[in-house]
């Protein structure tokens, strides 16, 4: 257990800094780039999973557990996300056989 304090503490908060803003810029760029329902539910889910990143080092590094309890409501409201999100998008599929984003403008009032 000392050998693992030891090596977080050469580990500072600006590597996780820079570690959560690459995880949430490459969630952006896949947000707005890509036209398939599945990646980018999955670029929503790295956006979140970089904020649980700073949260979880922000608390390890001030000493308290608020951001881990953050983190673990912030897994609990993006699983159940995940779940609606994956029931529409399978009756979207069932609809027009296409997981493209631009295919939906048929369905358009």
Do not use: P
Request: no cysteine.
């Amino acid at each position: 257990m000392q050998e693992l304090d030891n090596l977080i503490g050469t580990i500072s908060i600006n590597h996780y800094l820079f570690l959560s803003a690459v995880l949430f810029s490459i969630g952006v760029m896949g947000v707005m780039l890509r036209r398939n329902f599945i990646v980018i539910f999955m670029s929503i889910e790295l956006m979140l999973n970089a904020v649980n990143v700073l949260l979880a080092a922000f608390s390890r590094f001030n000493g308290n557990q608020d951001g881990q309890v953050f983190v673990f409501f912030i897994m609990v409201v993006a699983a159940a996300e995940v779940a609606v999100g994956l029931a529409i998008l399978v009756m979207i599929y069932r609809n027009i056989r296409s997981t493209d984003i631009n295919a939906l403008r048929n369905l358009k009032w």
